[in-house]
């Protein structure tokens, strides 16, 4: 059946049977990000975060419920969807295996490793496919596989990331070994950053909300590879030259 709600603007909204996916709990939490921006369209990418840890990806209902809460056009709410990869538009396994086959990582054997786990992951003679998940999408040990842009850590390629956390310098065995434990409902420790949990968990923390999980922001996400140049310019007195206090504007009308 479908009702009539009031959205934070004090509209009346045809809610298009969204209530029945997202409960009291999740209005109150997309009204409380909603209070953290001077305008409520700003509250857009993490409230699509938000839908996420609710049902493990954007839905069309997910897409009506934040169009609906910032008086946003459906449109305006896919528009957003579709141009983030981090905004998936099927449903997610427990866990989110993300592997960097951008340049660097690719020719460190990223690419390899990528290769390898499609392979373990498929069924039935098939390797598994980008955004493909192997076994029921958000039961226990199930694996949502993606081929990723650069993730930022090319001092310790070839990386993946579960649910966005570091596991550095991979080999295809590795990788294996690590999903393998993942699919046993192990969670190996990261190299570096927060303890793992699941992928919808993290995505409240994206949204805003760690339920118990405070000191996760406290993960130590810097190594010592990544700090060593600032470290040899510290010992050798390396610095940058100061940023004049009037700098001029280059004339690009004469150019």
């Known amino acids: 059946m479908t009702t009539t709600v009031t959205n934070v603007d004090g509209a009346n909204v045809d809610d298009g049977g969204v209530d029945k996916v997202f409960g009291a709990d999740t209005v109150d939490k997309a009204r409380q990000i909603i209070a953290r921006y001077p305008q409520s369209r700003s509250a857009l990418l993490p409230m699509l975060h938000l839908v996420q840890s609710v049902q493990g990806y954007v ?136 303890p793992l949990t699941d992928f919808r968990d993290v995505e409240a923390q994206l949204a805003g909300f760690f339920e118990g999980r405070e000191s996760d922001v406290d993960g130590p996400s810097a190594a010592r590879e990544t700090l060593r140049g600032a470290q040899i310019a510290a010992e050798s007195g390396w610095t940058a030259p100061p940023m004049p206090s009037e700098a001029p504007l280059p004339n690009v009308e004469s150019r």
Do not use: W
Request: aromatic share 6%.
């Open 59 to 194: 839905s069309q209902a997910g897409i009506r419920f934040c169009a609906r809460e910032l008086n946003l056009a459906e449109a305006e709410v896919a528009a957003v969807v579709t141009f983030y990869t981090m905004y998936k538009r099927k449903p997610c396994g427990e866990h989110l295996v993300s592997v960097c086959t951008n340049t660097l990582c690719a020719a460190l054997g990223g690419d390899a490793i990528y290769a390898t786990l499609r392979e373990r992951l498929g069924a039935d003679g098939r390797p598994l496919g980008h955004e493909e998940t192997a076994g029921t999408p958000g039961e226990p040990g199930s694996i949502t596989l993606e081929h990723a842009e650069c993730l930022a850590a090319c001092d310790f390629g070839p990386v993946l990331q579960v649910n966005y956390e570091y596991f550095d310098n991979q080999t295809p065995e590795r990788a294996v070994e690590l999903v393998d434990a993942l699919r046993r409902g192990e969670r190996p420790d990261p190299t570096r950053g927060a």
